[in-house]
């Protein structure tokens, strides 16, 4: 039974190990991360907190450090903001802008205004979207109760500007009530009415060009932002006497008849304008369109890329009642969540089995897939390549079919009934089908790592026949002595494992005592480039090598410098005694397995007469390489310190 993780004290470990809260200018939590900007992120300790219990992975985007904790990402946040002054209003204010590139900014900048009503956009989509389901199965859309479900699921967009309002003014530091009388002005009865009537407005004389705020985005961002510099300035020019009710005197007719006469129509042109561009081109090639957007959506997701395309489409819901883009990002979402259903039934592993169930049913049923990608999808490379592949042709065959939405909904399971009625239902619901199949089926097939094989996978082969990895093959010594793995033969010198307590499954424990080093300060350029895999290096002072890790014996060369481990969990071994020990030919080895041998964490390998190999001019540096570090996150060693056998060497995440 997977143990119950305390969320709220994985996020005040996590603020520790950020350095703190005086480490911290803000921090925000969006569907899955702790989205921190720190003063200082070198402070900030990347492998503790992976290690965190409860956390995912750690990424730097947007100039935000993001510690993706999954679904619980809420109790972790509270877990901070309730034991320290983040989160509150006094800990944001002092918050500094990114300082990263303009594209970073600009993400951080639309990260941080709708990351706040993500979920209240979401949850009203979905009541939209069953209100539209109700109709097509006979509900009346003109009864008294269509009319109240459809405003309970349509007021937060239609009213966005306040919305937008409370959250600009977080952002840029204003006033948020004075933020949200501009954003009344846009949304004032009177001015809408001015609006629907057509007939010319002026103000003393000046024409004023009036366009409808309703569900609008950009102006209420710019009239905020502007509302923040000239609040600034009046702060330092007015009195103290006056200051507190002058202020927002003069703000609001200075910046609400700038945006009402400037900032509004041109901001409204220029999205109607970027609207019918994004509609152009996908009239142009729908299918190419849709599916580059799709194929790369979860990579924009990963980087954080994604959120400069939700103006875009919440744009498009404004100015033309529909959007083309968010129809297609549904196959992308939901073959990410099929491609970790796969893992999770192809499995043997059972680490990996209890990450891949709820990933995938938080990808598929809310379409929350970052647990999927980083402890999932990613770390094995092809299931995410194959939902990646999946989601473009997905979104391919949705583009082409004319699919789209007039709803702000999240991508998922949940909310496909958004499409129920709509002409490019069956394309939808068609891509969306393909996208998931194709993902699963190739996962299923190609993309999990067969652990329990008696097959050997292609590196051991190649160690067995000495191709490309830097062992000759060779035949048995007529000197080459073998003993049963079960013999417990201590030589004299021999420091006995103590640290082992229970079989190593994963993680990596030393092979042998003396002082760590990296492996690019070994003495052999193949081992030292990483080409074989990362791993650590261990200068002995023992005369014994046991096994890092329990497993099968996949090779165990008749030299006795070389043996290839397969542990349950799919890491994958290559202990190597030596530099160019093969030339010995067995010569003061004494191996102790046999290939096919199952052993246990801490269990003797090979007895090794260390002085007598040095003394014929060999390297003695015993080499520990994970040769398929490729399907893991995290492949970390401890280095420059001395370690005996068996203590933690090497930590492995998925």
Request: aromatic content about 8%; some cysteine; overall charge negative.
């Amino acid at each position: 039974m997977a143990t119950k993780v305390d969320y709220e004290a994985t996020g005040q470990e996590v603020l520790r190990l950020v350095g703190g809260e005086e480490n911290v200018n803000s921090l925000v939590h969006c569907a899955t991360r702790l989205r921190f900007k720190l003063k200082d992120e070198s402070k900030a300790n990347d492998a503790a907190i992976k290690a965190t219990e409860g956390v995912v992975t750690v990424m730097k985007s947007g100039g935000q450090y993001q510690v993706v904790i999954g679904n619980d990402v809420p109790r972790a946040y509270a877990g901070i903001v309730n034991n320290s002054r983040l989160g509150s209003d006094a800990a944001d204010d002092s918050a500094e802008g990114s300082k990263g590139n303009l594209l970073n900014r600009f993400i951080e900048l639309i990260s941080s205004i709708f990351l706040p009503i993500l979920w209240t956009l979401a949850g009203a989509g979905l009541i939209k979207a069953f209100t539209a389901l109700a109709v097509t199965f006979g509900f009346n859309a003109k009864s008294q109760e269509y009319i109240i479900l459809n405003a309970i699921g349509d007021s937060i967009i239609n009213f966005l500007p306040f919305a937008i309002a409370i959250t600009s003014a977080k952002r840029f530091k204003a006033n948020q009530f004075t933020s949200l009388a501009l954003a009344g002005i846009l949304l004032y009865p009177t001015i809408i009415g001015l609006h629907t009537a057509g007939e010319p407005v002026h103000f003393f004389g000046i024409p004023v060009v009036m366009v409808s705020y309703v569900s609008s985005v950009i102006p209420i961002i710019l009239a905020v932002w502007v509302q923040s510099i000239l609040e600034r300035w009046l702060q330092r020019a007015l009195p103290s006497a006056i200051r507190n009710f002058t202020v927002p005197m003069l703000v609001l007719p200075i910046v609400g008849l700038a945006t009402l006469m400037v900032v509004g129509p041109i901001t409204t042109f220029a999205s109607s304008l970027i609207a019918s561009g994004i509609t152009s081109v996908w009239n142009f090639a729908p299918w190419l369109a849709g599916g580059i957007l799709a194929g790369f959506w979860q990579v924009l997701t990963i980087f954080g890329l994604h959120w400069g395309l939700v103006p875009v489409m919440l744009n498009n819901l404004t100015t033309l009642g529909h959007d083309v883009m968010a129809a297609t990002i549904f196959a992308p979402v939901l073959a990410q969540g099929a491609a970790a259903l796969a893992v999770m039934l192809k499995t043997s592993d059972k680490k990996l089995k209890q990450v891949a169930g709820p990933a995938s049913l938080s990808g598929i049923l809310a379409g929350i897939t970052e647990p999927a990608i980083y402890g999932v999808n990613l770390p094995l490379k092809k299931p995410f390549i194959f939902g990646c592949v999946g989601g473009a042709i997905g979104g391919a065959l949705a583009a082409a079919g004319g699919a789209q939405t007039s709803a702000f909904v999240i991508p998922s399971g949940l909310t496909l009934p958004v499409f129920i009625g709509t002409p490019a239902m069956f394309m939808v619901f068609l891509g969306v089908a393909v996208a998931m199949i194709f993902a699963f089926v190739m996962t299923f097939l190609f993309g999990v790592p067969k652990v329990e094989t008696e097959t050997e996978n292609a590196f051991v082969e190649k160690l067995d026949n000495g191709e490309d990895s830097g062992i000759p093959a060779q035949t048995v010594p007529a000197n080459s002595k073998v003993v049963p793995a079960d013999a417990v033969v201590v030589p004299a010198g021999t420091v006995v494992p103590t640290a082992i307590t229970e079989e190593n499954t994963t993680d990596l424990v030393a092979p042998v005592s003396g002082t760590a080093i990296a492996m690019k300060d070994v003495n052999d350029p193949v081992f030292a480039s990483g080409a074989m895999g990362k791993g650590i290096v261990i200068v002995p002072t023992s005369n014994q090598v046991v096994a890092p890790i329990s497993g099968k014996i996949v090779t165990a060369l008749d030299s006795g410098h070389a043996y290839g481990i397969r542990s349950e969990t799919g890491v994958e071994l290559l202990v190597h005694v030596g530099i160019d020990t093969v030339q010995l030919e067995g010569k003061h080895f004494t191996r102790r397995v046999g290939k096919g041998d199952t052993v246990r964490a801490g269990q003797p390998l090979v007895d090794v007469d260390f002085p007598a190999v040095a003394a014929e001019g060999y390297d003695t540096s015993v080499l520990t390489i994970v040769t398929n570090t490729g399907n893991f996150s995290v492949v970390e060693p401890r280095v420059d310190e001395k370690l005996n056998v068996g203590d933690l060497a090497v930590i492995i995440e998925r």
